[in-house]
């Protein structure tokens, strides 16, 4: 069975950072790109960034391009995103998301493999 799992949310103060880390289990995800989503309360869920499948290339929603970094360390199967100078707009659920291809994706339909989600609250 394949899973990915979230972990590393949690209540933050404005400013302050966090790390999320996403691992998988079930089979290897090194060929494939992979994301992280986020949805707000009352909002739809909405992309933050993407790596490929080697970690050459990257990509960010505008909101979070500068704070946050996107990672990967296939020999753990594992990938993070790293979010410094955080504000209350980005208080939302974080989602993981592993891609059926190898490249960058910003498109949900993209990802056919999805975690659980880690809640993260950015208090003012």
């Known amino acids: 069975q394949v899973r990915l799992v979230e972990s590393g949310g949690g209540l933050v103060q404005v400013g302050g950072s966090l790390r999320l880390s996403c691992a998988a289990s079930?089979?290897?995800?090194?060929?494939?790109?992979m994301g992280w989503f986020r949805q707000a309360p009352g909002k739809e869920r909405e992309f933050v960034a993407t790596?490929?499948?080697?970690?050459?290339?990257?990509y960010y929603a505008d909101s979070v391009k500068g704070r946050f970094t996107i990672s990967r360390d296939d020999a753990k199967n594992t990938v993070y995103l790293e979010m410094n100078s955080l504000k209350p707009e980005d208080t939302a659920v974080y989602y993981c998301?592993?891609?059926?291809?190898?490249?960058?994706?910003?498109?949900?339909?993209?990802?056919?493999?999805w975690g659980q989600g880690t809640q993260v609250t950015v208090s003012s």
């Open positions: 998301a592993a891609a059926s291809g190898s490249y960058i994706y910003i498109l949900e339909y993209q990802y056919p493999y």
């Open positions: 790596i490929n499948w080697d970690g050459g290339r990257t």
């Open positions: 079930g089979r290897t995800f090194s060929s494939n790109g």
